[in-house]
């Protein structure tokens, strides 16, 4: 579904991303981590052009991503992305954020956009919010409504850049409780993400990226019992060591 | 590293013992204001005195021109009486003599109850603009279609025809050149905030967009015009149009001007945009873009409304300009309000000397306008739906 190919990437003279080979098949839930400043972020980005890259091929539902704007619009509407700060449209409600895109991209008429919002929200359980502004909501709630706004373009691959990190310590079992959901129902998902609970919970396969590069490819049981990479082994002692 | 699994079944607290307790009452009135002037007074001795004088000046002031401006002032239209009040009482006589010419500048004596019916009509749409509701979804389209009906009701009344066709009213034709005063005002400044505000919208997307030869023609354009006062602009547009294309039937002077001023608050209008749009995070566009909304409307529905939201004091200020730089049109021979002042009096030895009086008068309605515009510039706010403040 997704394959990257020898992809690099530099900001200047800053090698981003260096020879990055990775392919993800319908369904997987992938969990990338490793230290800040890894790439981590920047590979996801490039599945949905947020980020381009300088050479190498990528893939994605069979749609070779390249200069053209065309091939770029066609893989968004199958991309769905939660950010770290939510980046829900503050002067829109929480309904109208859910719409725009259904309404504007997919044509759809607003009552079956209104009737998808809603199921939605149902499913984030943050329906009797519909008609809020994100401000007037917590961080845990907003991350919901971002999650089911991408859910709204019905999305085949869902991908999260470190969904809880914005979020106070309380509010985060909350959207990883949503993320789990999804996890169960089968929808491909890349995660970024330090919530190693989770991680072992979902993933089919974690990702370990440093200096961007991909060090270690494994299952979460191979992962977290016998990591190889003496990289990967000193990564997890630090988080586990309190 | 688990605690977060076992977080949501420690949350269920009972919270009854929080019981909320309502804010002071705030106390307005004229007690609690002495009261803060003596604390201020106390607290502040220096400030104290000077706002103590100033308020002194400003009543001995207030007072000086209540005796100029109405007790020793002459009312009525009567000259001898102006000129044995002069320097020591008003002589808004002056106004009653010559308001007609003020007002509707050289447009022909018999027929200016067109221009008053064209500016009643403008006053009404615009005060119809002021209620907030009618901004709503809902009911917006009747608002711009009252202003289209607006626009053609104008031009019927005051040139007799409808663009240069005879309609068969029986109205009879009256050359652009010949109108003036406030109708003139009102339509030089309306038409070129409507149409410079999209252009400089227009214009602000080109200087902040990727594309290299579209950002330098918009950068090029913008700082060209700003770099040039409107005088010249004005000036340029009257005269060298017939010099830069000859042989061509140049347009009517009337819409020179007027593509004099868009053109030139458009530059403006684009850079109060621009930091707008720079105002935006990035975010924002890149959670437009994950969603598949294209360039258009991704501006169209995320970028925009938050950034005019955020710079709509600058761009209110930028229509109080175009508002008042109307005033600069006297010099390619349109006499709007400020230029009709002039041809009310320049040539008229006996009013000419008060001037003054005429200055206050169109200041007053100038500021009666300006005051309007903020006002209805609130309600674009409420319309445009901005982020409510925390209630919590």
Redesign the interface.
């Known amino acids: 579904m997704i394959e990257f190919k020898l992809i690099n990437k530099w900001y200047g003279n800053y090698h981003a991303l260096r020879d990055i080979n990775l392919e993800v098949k319908e369904g997987e839930r992938v969990i990338v981590c490793g230290p800040s400043g890894s790439g981590k972020s920047t590979l996801i980005r490039c599945i949905n052009a947020l980020e381009d890259f300088q050479s190498g091929t990528l893939r994605v539902n069979s749609v070779s991503l390249n200069e053209d704007l065309r091939s770029v619009q066609l893989v968004r509407q199958s991309v769905g992305m939660v950010f770290q700060q939510f980046n829900l449209f503050p002067h829109l409600t929480v309904l109208q954020n859910l719409t725009l895109a259904p309404i504007q991209v997919k044509k759809m008429s607003p009552e079956n956009a209104l009737f998808l919002a809603m199921a939605q929200l149902t499913r984030v359980r943050i329906e009797e919010h519909a008609h809020k502004f994100p401000a007037q909501l917590s961080g845990g709630q907003q991350q919901r409504v971002a999650i089911a706004r991408t859910l709204c373009m019905e999305p085949k691959i869902l991908l999260f850049d470190e969904p809880t990190s914005a979020l106070d310590p309380e509010m985060i079992q909350e959207v990883l409780d949503v993320m789990i959901e999804l996890a169960t129902q089968g929808i491909t998902m890349i995660c970024v993400t330090h919530e190693m609970g989770f991680a072992k919970r979902v993933a089919s396969r974690i990702v370990f990226m440093d200096q961007g590069q991909i060090m270690e490819e494994a299952q979460p049981e191979d992962f977290f019992n016998h990591p190889k990479h003496p990289r990967t082994q000193a990564f997890l002692a630090k988080l586990l060591d309190h | 590293?688990?605690d977060?699994?076992h977080?949501?079944k420690s949350?269920k607290v009972s919270t009854h013992y929080l019981k909320s307790q309502n804010p002071p009452k705030k106390i307005r009135s004229w007690s609690t204001l002495i009261h803060l002037t003596r604390l201020e007074f106390k607290q502040h001795p220096v400030q104290g005195a000077l706002s103590m004088i100033l308020l002194v000046l400003v009543i001995l002031s207030g007072l000086a021109f209540l005796n100029w401006g109405v007790f020793n002032a002459v009312f009525i239209s009567d000259e001898a009486a102006c000129q044995l009040a002069r320097s020591t009482g008003a002589c808004w006589g002056m106004i009653a003599e010559k308001y007609r010419l003020i007002l509707w500048g050289r447009f022909p004596f018999e027929e200016q109850w067109r221009p008053l019916t064209s500016v009643v009509l403008i006053l009404l749409t615009l005060s119809l603009s002021c209620v907030g509701t009618l901004w709503r979804p809902a009911y917006r389209q009747w608002l711009y279609l009252s202003w289209v009906w607006c626009a053609a009701i104008f031009e019927i009344l005051m040139s007799g025809t409808f663009f240069g066709i005879d309609i068969g009213l029986g109205l009879a034709k009256v050359e652009t050149d010949l109108w003036g005063g406030l109708p003139l005002t009102l339509l030089l400044s309306i038409v070129s905030i409507a149409l410079a505000t999209p252009l400089g919208i227009l214009l602000a997307l080109a200087r902040t967009s990727d594309m290299p030869m579209i950002k330098t023609l918009a950068v090029t354009y913008i700082e060209l015009v700003r770099g040039v006062p409107l005088i010249s602009v004005l000036f340029m547009a009257s005269f060298m149009f017939p010099l830069l294309m000859p042989g061509l039937q140049s347009p009517d002077v009337l819409l020179r001007v007027l593509a004099g001023i868009t053109l030139f608050s458009a530059a403006y209008t684009a850079e109060v945009v621009r930091a707008g749009l720079l105002s935006v995070?990035a975010?924002?566009l890149?959670?437009?873009?994950?969603?598949?909304?294209?360039y258009w409307?991704t501006q169209r529905?995320?970028v925009l409304?938050?950034a005019l939201?955020h710079v709509l004091p600058g761009l209110v200020n930028n229509f109080i300009s175009i508002f008042k730089d109307t005033s600069l049109v006297t010099i390619v021979s349109l006499y709007e309000l400020t230029g009709a002042l002039g041809l009310a009096l320049n040539g008229d030895a006996i009013w000419r000397p008060f001037k003054l009086e005429g200055y206050l008068f169109i200041g007053l309605i100038y500021f009666c306008f300006c005051f309007a515009l903020s006002h209805l510039s609130q309600n674009f706010n409420k319309a445009?739906?901005?982020?409510?403040k925390?209630?919590?």
């Open positions: 590293m688990h977060h699994l977080r949501a949350t995070g975010g924002q890149e959670a437009a873009q994950s969603l598949g909304l294209g409307k529905f995320v409304p938050q939201a445009s739906q901005t982020t409510p925390m209630s919590a």
